[in-house]
């Protein structure tokens, strides 16, 4: 009985080592896989931006991912399920950048400006790569891109929507939910346009952070005079 006890601890320290080995090198592959998976949208999203969609192939995007093309399958189903990945995970940056300025110091005129700024300054400007896509690249595409750029622009209106209406109601005039959602749409509808005339049509990006402050004057004027807030300041 001794003899059989001592023979079972004797194997089970090696297989413990052997699974703790096992272990380390399943998260390396897994780390390895994403970091293969986040060259692979780096480089998509670079060559969408700067050659276009369509003239953009798969190939290319293996040469620049420096990975092959099967692995570029491997990972997405095809070249529209890039740009689908793509879209994702541009909308979640900017929502929770939007969000951040939002949440910083509750509703407030300062908030809502910040938002605004946080727009041109830290998204369009920084990266202009993911602003193209957004407003330029996705545009026009296949049903399913459609349907995900429409998901992302209704996330965003929603979110500008629940501000308007949290800034009403914390400066003592509350906004018609009808009325917060049509100047939702109204700002990221001026938004998308002037970063799209200044970006993509003129190329002024070294101007951004002016015109931004411009337009988010402009657009603040109309705030305050839904919020009843005079002069807004």
Do not use: H, M, N, W
């Given at each position: 009985m001794v003899s059989a006890f001592r023979m079972t601890t004797k194997t089970a320290k090696p297989a413990a080592a052997e699974t703790e080995a096992l272990s380390r090198s399943a998260l390396r592959r897994q780390r390895e896989r994403e970091q293969r998976y986040q060259s692979?949208?780096?480089a998509a999203e670079d060559l969408f931006a700067s050659t276009g969609y369509h003239q953009t192939s798969m190939e290319q995007i293996a040469d620049?991912?420096?990975?092959?093309?099967?692995?570029?399958?491997?990972y997405f189903k095809n070249k529209e399920d890039l740009l689908l990945s793509l879209l994702d995970e541009i909308g979640y940056v900017l929502r929770h950048l939007l969000a951040d300025e939002f949440n910083r110091a509750g509703a407030s005129l300062d908030r809502?400006?910040?938002a605004g700024l946080?727009?041109?300054?830290?998204?369009?400007?920084?990266?202009?790569?993911?602003?193209a896509i957004v407003f330029r690249e996705s545009v026009g595409q296949s049903p399913a891109v459609e349907l995900r750029r429409k998901h992302l622009f209704d996330k965003l209106n929603g979110d500008l929507q629940a501000a308007l209406m949290r800034l009403g109601h914390d400066m003592g005039r509350p906004v018609d939910q009808n009325a917060a959602e049509v100047m939702a749409v109204c700002i990221m509808g001026i938004y998308e346009r002037v970063a799209y005339h200044y970006m993509i049509w003129q190329d002024r990006r070294a101007d951004l952070d002016a015109i931004?402050?411009?337009?988010?004057?402009?657009?603040?004027?109309?705030?305050?005079?839904?919020?009843?807030?005079?002069?807004?300041?």
């Open positions: 692979i949208l780096a620049a991912a420096e990975v092959s093309t099967g692995a570029v399958y491997f809502f400006r910040g946080a727009f041109f300054e830290r998204f369009c400007r920084p990266y202009p790569e993911k602003a931004g402050r411009d337009a988010v004057g402009f657009i603040l004027g109309g705030v305050c005079q839904t919020t009843g807030k005079a002069p807004c300041t």
